[in-house]
């Protein structure tokens, strides 16, 4: 059996990895809709798990209910 280690990344490379900005990385994370390890005090990302097409576009889904809670 072949185990394959993944490096794990920062918020900041995964807020650049998935175009969004960082409050909307936490609002993600924080929902559940953004997979997280804690690691001490550090947050720690598996870019694979980044890489899920409904991932894309989560700065745009803030907005909107943003926008609807507002109105």
Do not use: W
């Amino acid at each position: 059996m072949t185990q394959t280690v993944e490096n794990l990344i920062g918020p900041a490379a995964a807020c650049q990895m998935l175009s969004i900005d960082q409050s909307s990385l936490l609002r993600g994370i924080n929902d559940g809709i953004v997979p997280a390890y804690r690691i001490g005090r550090a947050v720690r990302f598996r870019p694979s798990e980044l890489r899920h097409p409904s991932l894309s576009g989560l700065d745009e889904y803030y907005r909107k209910i943003d926008e609807e809670f507002a109105a």
